[in-house]
Structures are given as structure tokens and as C-alpha cells.
């Protein structure tokens, strides 16, 4: 049970702890529980569930059931999270269990905190056999919120699913938890603390990430718009983990005044707010960027730090946009890209914007599934140096996951770039410039997303049923409305590295004119289901690039929702966020 658990795992007592021989390890009788198979990015339950029983202890257990022994016997393995309540309980939990099985080091940021691309460059630094995130990425934290624990490899990506599908199986075999008797780890002091032949090091949780930052971009070109006093910067880290990392990388190191940062203080609870840097939920800082005389430049990041928003003046960059304008500025304005991307790549319901990047450039090009782990073969293979997708993930293979604060670090690049030769006073090139400037050259991709989140599973799963027949059905060349078909499917992606395969990755339906309408259901929600509705189309035409992308979209939308009968299978009349 728990508490015999609990009991072992914060024990205090006086025996069988630091002995240099070893460390005193018990075994702990545990039974399989239900459901702890991981999604599109970790496990992820209410914090409730996590802290029953031996919920964590037995994933954790089968992590190690699952892991060949030289994967982590004696190896290093780094730990941390985004600052969410339940967060340092099971820091305790994993550190203990992990010395059961005969890990020799954990490497921890201080108070248990590092952002998820942080915990990705410390393993990459360190040359870590893996890492463990504590995080629930964006969604709410608190004791009625969401808890989630995520596995990363040794160079510094998410676990293939190869991986979780083995932990999966594990936890319903389970009955042994291997925990060492040791206290609890002073998670607030720097320093490494020895126990026999285990050890923890407390580590500072910017220190790394920020060296490999500094060796990607250039930090004089940043600072130099950053302190001009016509372009007003603004941070929103909605208190949750890049609070940690927002004032000695923007303040301290580029410049920007302390009063740039939003919300930059991490809390367990993020402030009874919804962690997510999107136009719904970062509403505080979309009010002040549309508000009169608003600042140049705004940009949130999420509960783990791997998201990124960008705004600029009244604008609103789309993630999908953003990655492709990234790409095409990379290699004029960050160091990182010097010699040109080596390849460029997208989730499948991202626009088609990167495409016409990586058209124009010359540049290899992927299209993957949802989900960031489906980027790092390419990158271990040299084949990718810039990825996005449309659901706030920009990043590039400087690390293995999304980054949220080089994604905002590589705007301002592009953006001082573009002003590094302006006189003092002179007009600034603005965020909003530099995408219809991109517009201009490469077309519009017009975009949005419509969520349907926590609808019930059983009308939801039915609708994706019902489209997959329709899919089965459909033939190139029929119409829909005003648009033909190109075609239809559900997207099976083959890894060109490894030539893995998977399947049922959402159902498109992709029209002659380029225009494509994409359903999945979210693999990151913890109640329900959350349907996601992608709609997009091209527009060459620089004359009609100023429409408001929902009123351009309108008739696909409709036609979105009348293929699928989406009101009928989920009883919803409206989205609740609209991206
Ligand atoms: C996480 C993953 C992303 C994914 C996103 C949305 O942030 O890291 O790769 O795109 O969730 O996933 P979902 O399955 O909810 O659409
Ligand atoms: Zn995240």
C-alpha cells in the first residue's frame, strides 16, 4: 500500500543508509494497476491519481523492468520539472527507486526544477543515459489538476514508443518496486550528496541550457534591439517553469528590463491558471499585445517550457507560420545555421507554409505524425535541423524536444537582424512587417484549429470511425461544395530512419486546390476526449493576405463539420478554443 511505501521511501531511520559498501535496498510487494499507458507525450493523470497508492513507484518500477540493465546500471540519469504540486513528493519517489535499481548517479535541478528542453540539453551536456520530466506540459496543475512523468533517452528525446509500449506492458505484469533506504534529498542546496555507492547532485537548472543557447545565437545581436528604447519586449511565463530561466536569460544576460516578465514567478498551481501560450488561455498577455499602445514583441511559453507563442503589435504569428519564417531567416540570422538548415520538417496537420520553405531553399523535408518524438531519428541522422508543429512546438536539433525560449530567442534574432542597421529613432521592421513580408514571397497559408475538449470518448471515437469508412469510400476527383477531392486518408507514417511504421495518425482530406481538413483526437488530454478539427488553405494572392483568417476559412470550416457531423456525434455546437 501506499503508506508502507511512503514509509519506505521517506525513511529516516538511523540504519543501513550511506554505508560505503552499498545502500540498503528493500523490495516492495505491489500489484499492476490499470491505465498507465502513456499518450502523445508521457503519462499523464490527475495529480489525485498519481499520488494513489504505488501508482508513480510502479510506472517508475516498470520504466526500469523495461530498460536493457547497460541502459542505466551505474549510468546517470537527470531529473526535474516544471514547478507543478505533486513535484517534489515525487522527486523523492523516483530518486529512491532509482537507486533500488542500481542507478549510480541522478543528476536534479535545484527545487526539482528544469524545463523540459532544459532536462534535454543536461542529458546531451552530461552525456546522461536519460532524464525523468515531471510535468503535465500545458495543462492545469494543483491538487485537482493533472500530474504527468515523461522519459527521455540518451540523446535527449522523448522514449520511442518501442519504449513506452514496453513500460505499458510492464505495469501489468508489476510486483516488485526496488527502492534504496535513504532520506530524502535536500533538493534546495547545490552540491552532490553520496550514499554508498549512489549519488544525487543538485544542479542548477539554467547553467546548461543557457551555455547552449549562448552557442546557438548571437547574444550581442539580441541585446542590441533588446535595450534599444523603441522596441518594447514583453515575457509571459504564466508562472509556471520558464519563470526560472526568464530573468537570467532576458534580463540578465540580453538586457531586457525586469518589467518585461509576465508572471514570472513559478508556482505549484501556476496561479489557478491554464498554462498554455495560446490566444485563449495566455489572455492576460494577448490583452496587453491588442491593447492601445501595446509592445512590440510579446511571447509565452507553457507549464514545461516547450511551447512558444509569438505576438507582435496587434499580430498574431500562427506557430505554423512561425516555424516556416524561422527557417527561412535561420541562416542570415542565427549562428546556429550558419552553413543553411541541413532539413526542414512539420507535424501532419501543421500547415503546408514550411513546405514552401523548404521548396524554395533546396532543403530535404519531412511531414511526421503529432508528436515531437517522431522528429529525433531525423535529427540523430543529420537530416533535420528545423522542425515545428502547429500546436505551439518550434524547435531545431540543437536539443531533442520543442524549446520554447529559443523560439522566442530566434524571433528576436530575426528581428534584430532585420534592425541592426536602423539610426537611433529610425522606425523599427516589425514582427508583423516581417510576416506579410513572407506572405508576399512564399503565399498565405491560411490556418486554424477548432478543440473540442473533454467530449465523451464514446461519440467522439465514433466520429473518427465514421470519417475513417468515409475515407475508405472516397475517390479522387469527387466534390465536396466548391472543392475537389485529391484525396483521403488516415496518415501512416514510415520512419526513413528506421523504418518503423505507424498508423492512424488522422484522418485528412487533402482538395485539389491544396486546401486540406484534418480530425484527430488529442493524445495528451487527461479526461474524456478532445477532438481537433484542422483546417487550411493557400493563398497566393498577396491582395486578399489581410482577411481575417477565420472569415477566409469559413467555408471549409463549415464544410469541416458537416463532413464529419461533428455536432451530431459529439453534441457540441461550438469549439472551446479556436487557434
Ligand atoms: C505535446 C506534444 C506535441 C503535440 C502536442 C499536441 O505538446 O509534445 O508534439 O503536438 O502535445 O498533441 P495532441 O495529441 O494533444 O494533439
Ligand atoms: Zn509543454
Redesign the pocket.
Known amino acids: 500500500c501506499f503508506s508502507s511505501i511512503k514509509a519506505s521511501l521517506s525513511s529516516s531511520s538511523s540504519t543501513a543508509i550511506a554505508e560505503p559498501e552499498g545502500i540498503k535496498i528493500n523490495s516492495i510487494p505491489t500489484k499492476p494497476i490499470e491505465g498507465q499507458k502513456t499518450?502523445?507525450?508521457g503519462l499523464r493523470k490527475k495529480a489525485k491519481v498519481f499520488m494513489q497508492e504505488n501508482y508513480l513507484a510502479n510506472w517508475i518500477q516498470a520504466l526500469f523492468n523495461s530498460l536493457p540493465p547497460e541502459d542505466y546500471k551505474n549510468g546517470l540519469l537527470v531529473l526535474g520539472g516544471d514547478g507543478r504540486y505533486f513535484n517534489r513528493e515525487a522527486a523523492q519517489i523516483i530518486i529512491k527507486i532509482a537507486a533500488g535499481n542500481g542507478v549510480g548517479k541522478v543528476l536534479v535541478g535545484k527545487e526539482g526544477i528544469l524545463s523540459t528542453p532544459a532536462v534535454s540539453a543536461v542529458i546531451r551536456n552530461r552525456k546522461a543515459n536519460g532524464g525523468f520530466i515531471m510535468s503535465a506540459?500545458?495543462n492545469p496543475g494543483g491538487p485537482e489538476y493533472d500530474w504527468g512523468i515523461k522519459f527521455n533517452y540518451d540523446s535527449g528525446q522523448?522514449a520511442p514508443e518501442s519504449i513506452t509500449d514496453k513500460i505499458y506492458g510492464n505495469t501489468l505484469s508489476i510486483n516488485e518496486i526496488k527502492v534504496a533506504d535513504i532520506p530524502d534529498v535536500d533538493l534546495s542546496r547545490l552540491g552532490v550528496t553520496k550514499y554508498g555507492n549512489f549519488s544525487v547532485e543538485v544542479v542548477d537548472p539554467v547553467s546548461d541550457y543557457l551555455e547552449l543557447l549562448e552557442s546557438v545565437f548571437d547574444f550581442q545581436l539580441i541585446r542590441s534591439l533588446l535595450s534599444r528604447s523603441n522596441f518594447r519586449f514583453i515575457f509571459d511565463a504564466m508562472h509556471a517553469v520558464t519563470g526560472a530561466y526568464a530573468k537570467p536569460i532576458f534580463v540578465d544576460k540580453l538586457g531586457a528590463s525586469l518589467d518585461s516578465i509576465l508572471n514570472g514567478v513559478p508556482l505549484e498551481d501556476f496561479g489557478h491558471g491554464h498554462p498554455d501560450p495560446n490566444l485563449t488561455y495566455a489572455k492576460e498577455l494577448v490583452d496587453i499585445m491588442y491593447g492601445e499602445n501595446g509592445p512590440d514583441f510579446g511571447a509565452a511559453s507553457d507549464g514545461d517550457g516547450?511551447?512558444n507563442m509569438i505576438l507582435g503589435q496587434n499580430f498574431f504569428v500562427t506557430p505554423s507560420d512561425s516555424v516556416a519564417i524561422i527557417a527561412a531567416n535561420a541562416q542570415e540570422a542565427i549562428p546556429y545555421f550558419h552553413s543553411g538548415p541541413k532539413g526542414l520538417a512539420r507535424?501532419m496537420p501543421t500547415s503546408g507554409a514550411l513546405d514552401c520553405v523548404a521548396e524554395k531553399l533546396n532543403l530535404p523535408f519531412f511531414e511526421v505524425p503529432?508528436?515531437?518524438?517522431f522528429f529525433g531519428n531525423l535529427m540523430d541522422a543529420g537530416k533535420l535541423s528545423i522542425c515545428g508543429?502547429?500546436?505551439f512546438?518550434t524547435g531545431s536539433d540543437h536539443i531533442r524536444e520543442?524549446d520554447g525560449i529559443w523560439a522566442v530567442l530566434a524571433w528576436i534574432s530575426i528581428i534584430a537582424y532585420r534592425n541592426k542597421d536602423k539610426k537611433l529613432g529610425e522606425k523599427l521592421v516589425s514582427v508583423c512587417d516581417v510576416v506579410k513580408e513572407h506572405w508576399a514571397t512564399y503565399g498565405r497559408n491560411f490556418f486554424s484549429r477548432y478543440d473540442y475538449e473533454e467530449c465523451e470518448s464514446e461519440g467522439a471515437n465514433k466520429m473518427i470511425e465514421y470519417l475513417r469508412d468515409l475515407v475508405s469510400k472516397s475517390k479522387p476527383g469527387e466534390k465536396y461544395g466548391s472543392y475537389t477531392l485529391q484525396f483521403a486518408d488516415d496518415f501512416k507514417y514510415t520512419d526513413p530512419v528506421d523504418g518503423s511504421v505507424v498508423s492512424k495518425q488522422g484522418v485528412r482530406f487533402i482538395f485539389t486546390d491544396g486546401s486540406r481538413i484534418i480530425y484527430?483526437l488529442?493524445?495528451?488530454?487527461s479526461a474524456g476526449a478532445?477532438v481537433?478539427v484542422y483546417i487550411e488553405q493557400f493563398e497566393p494572392d498577396v491582395s486578399k493576405h489581410d482577411v481575417d483568417a477565420q472569415t477566409a476559412l469559413k467555408p471549409l470550416i463549415d464544410l469541416a463539420l458537416s463532413i464529419s457531423k461533428l455536432k451530431d456525434f459529439t453534441g457540441r455546437e461550438k469549439p472551446t478554443v479556436i487557434t
Open positions: 499518450g502523445t507525450s506540459s500545458h522523448p516547450d511551447r507535424s503529432t508528436g515531437w518524438k508543429e502547429e500546436s512546438g520543442k484527430r488529442s493524445g495528451t488530454g478532445t481537433r
